[in-house]
């Protein structure tokens, strides 16, 4: 009895915390306007201690519902809705964002973390600037905070409690979605902070080549986080959802695919305008598109508007108010851009067509395209929807045809953009430079012809663009190795690793194109040359596709701890290993699933789907191999240590050296 009242009031207090959050977060935004009208500077420092307060409180009322989550507190509505008394614990605490209600949470609550860490740093590196960067903070938290309680509130009880819980979405009971939610919102979210920065800048006429070193860091945490968070959800759909693909196009996929299209745009067009003072202008508009982009993510998921499985279904209202709090953002923040953003002209221009800041010029060009069209192809059938009544699908087809040249023009201008120097290439030297890798990159494609007929065109090409890239990085690394060997008299070691220290931020940056490149690999591998076959099996039965055999020996019934299974057996001959793919019921919802069994190597994947039963003594059986699909979670692991590389170098920008000049000494 005792801890059934400490569940209650652990409750209660976290949704006190809440709307003293939102209360306070509400004095975070107001305060540094306050000061500016009335004249009163010490008025803005409120903002500071608020973003403290806040994220101390909203962390209290998200461990309140995490512990209503662990104790089964089925009092708690959202606990009730999405979990089970026999759900594994490491479920329980994942479930507080397996709905809409606890998701949203989520996103705030990393919304008030980003703003705690922005006002830790702020107040030696940007001072002046500080609340109103946190007032931009404050009011984006406010206005999830009026969602979160008025429209979807995690916190709700429902009287009398029943006795148990519906259980969690059992497509949602597994750990590739414990880690892809937090992961995707922690990239959606940490947009915000260039965000805060950008509109600080418009609002106060912050010089842009001041703060844009500021927001590099910021820019790639979050676009980090994002890559990790979409190859995540890629690799939680290939395991688990059954079909042998790991991307569909499905709008809930492209609504985090616009915002790292824009989000990788941004993060070359920065490095311009930290090196070259250009694009200053640009980068504002694209700060502020890529976060408009994270919003409409959020509307597009949470609004009730599309049929996914990411998606949560929920009524119109809190899709009305997500949409007019996205309309009320993206008014104000376009219309200070119009007014304002003419302060931020840039200083210097592109005085060669062959040169890095121009190749970067198009870079960004293309990634913007893709992003229109990909936005076009997503909001075209809702919108068509809305005033003619009229249901239809883009199909991926349409996404491909578009898509696939675009990023074989990027991969393009990945390969030969490193090796092309700051305002004007030497011609000679370039194409001395591009000599062997463009040969290597011909002989590839030409292979992929000769040895894989008949093959789609993209594949040679992307292929050859692949390896051409692939060369270029590598040649250009051994070229530096070199070149420190002759000058320093280094062992081959010590310069390879040495070579990499003196250069983190530039290396980092191919390690992340490196990263692509094994990426654009498994795409083409495993979308142009992928076998498929189903098959009714008994046991004793073999299966024969591309090149691997299958023996099916059985199935046998297992008890889970919330449900029952049926699970295959099948031996792979050509090295004796096991798969074992399953047929789930979970005993709560009655929903049936299954789950696949992969053999995986560098090479291919065999990947198993147990169907359903013809008769007692044969099961239906899907069959695929697909070639190189490791390759693209390898990429993303390697993407990743680029980003860390990256990050593992400070650079101090203009500002905080303009800062410490003003800092008395001692």
């Not at 009242?5 to 977060?25: D, K, P, Q, R």
């Not at 509307?299 to 809190?318: K, M, N």
């Not at 019934?557 to 290993?577: D, K, V």
């Not at 789950?595 to 099961?619: C, F, G, H, P, Q």
């Amino acid at each position: 009895m005792l801890a059934s009242n400490l569940s209650l009031n652990l409750v209660e207090l976290g949704h006190f915390c809440a709307y003293l959050a939102m209360m306070v977060a509400l004095l975070q935004g107001v305060s540094p306007i306050a000061a500016h009208y009335l004249r009163q500077p010490r008025l803005a420092q409120l903002s500071v201690n608020a973003s403290a307060a806040v994220f101390l409180l909203t962390t209290i009322g998200g461990l309140s519902l995490i512990h209503a989550f662990v104790t089964s507190n089925f009092s708690v509505q959202y606990v009730a809705t999405n979990s089970n008394s026999l759900l594994p614990i490491f479920y329980k605490v994942a479930a507080l964002w397996g709905g809409h209600e606890g998701s949203l949470y989520l996103w705030v609550w990393i919304l008030t973390l980003y703003t705690l860490i922005v006002g830790w740093r702020g107040r030696r590196q940007y001072p002046e600037h500080l609340p109103p960067i946190l007032a931009v903070q404050g009011w984006l938290i406010v206005g999830f905070f009026g969602l979160i309680l008025f429209l979807s509130n995690p916190f709700d009880r429902v009287f009398p409690a029943p006795p148990d819980g519906n259980d969690l979405n059992p497509l949602l009971q597994d750990p590739g979605m414990v880690f892809h939610p937090p992961l995707l919102y922690l990239g959606y979210v940490g947009f915000s902070v260039p965000f805060a920065f950008a509109m600080t800048a418009l609002l106060t006429r912050w010089r842009s080549e001041l703060w844009i070193g500021l927001i590099r860091r910021w820019t790639l945490i979050a676009w980090g986080f994002l890559t990790t968070g979409i190859l995540l959800g890629g690799w939680w759909a290939y395991y688990e959802l059954g079909w042998g693909g790991y991307w569909a196009w499905d709008p809930v996929e492209n609504a985090s695919f616009m915002p790292w299209l824009l989000g990788t745009a941004l993060v070359h067009s920065i490095t311009v305008q930290d090196r070259r003072r250009m694009l200053h202008t640009w980068n504002i508009f694209l700060v502020i598109s890529t976060f408009s982009l994270s919003l409409l993510g959020t509307f597009l998921v949470r609004s009730g508007v599309l049929s996914s499985v990411h998606a949560f279904a929920v009524d119109p209202g809190r899709g009305a108010y997500i949409l007019a709090f996205m309309t009320v953002v993206l008014a104000i923040s376009f219309g200070i851009f119009m007014v304002k953003g003419r302060y931020q002209q840039a200083e210097e221009e592109i005085t060669s067509l062959m040169s890095r800041e121009s190749l970067f010029v198009w870079n960004n060009v293309l990634f913007t395209v893709a992003c229109g069209s990909v936005l076009l192809a997503t909001l075209y059938p809702l919108a068509l929807d809305a005033f003619s009544g009229q249901k239809i699908t883009v199909a991926a087809q349409y996404f491909n045809a578009v898509m696939v040249p675009l990023f074989l023009a990027l991969m393009l201008l990945m390969a030969v953009g490193p090796l092309v120097p700051w305002r004007k290439a030497k011609l000679d030297r370039l194409r001395l430079r591009l000599l062997w890798p463009f040969v290597i990159g011909i002989a590839t494609a030409v292979s992929v012809i000769l040895f894989f007929p008949p093959v789609h065109w993209t594949g040679p090409v992307a292929a050859g663009l692949a390896l051409f890239a692939f060369s270029n990085l590598v040649i250009d690394y051994a070229r530096a190795v070199s070149q420190r060997r002759v000058q320093l008299k280094e062992p081959l070691g010590r310069a390879c690793y040495k070579t990499v220290l003196a250069s983190r931020r530039h290396y980092g940056g191919m390690t992340v194109h490196f990263g692509i490149v094994i990426i654009a690999l498994g795409l083409t591998g495993s979308g142009l040359f992928r076998t498929e076959a189903t098959v009714s099996m008994a046991p004793g039965d073999v299966v024969e596709i591309a090149g691997e055999r299958l023996r099916f020996e059985g199935v046998r019934e297992l008890q889970g701890s919330n449900y029952q299974a049926i699970q295959g057996r099948l031996t792979l001959l050509n090295s004796g290993r096991v798969l074992l793919p399953e047929r789930r019921r979970y005993m709560r919802q009655e929903a049936p699933m299954t789950e696949t069994s992969i053999d995986s190597t560098m090479a291919r994947d065999v990947y198993v789907v147990l169907a359903e039963s013809s008769d007692r003594n044969k099961w239906a059986v899907h069959v695929y191999v697909n070639p190189l699909v490791r390759f693209i979670w390898t990429g993303g692991f390697i993407i990743l240590l680029g980003i860390l590389l990256s990050l593992s170098v400070y650079r101090r920008s203009r500002a905080e050296k303009v800062a410490a000049a003003a800092r008395p000494a001692g």
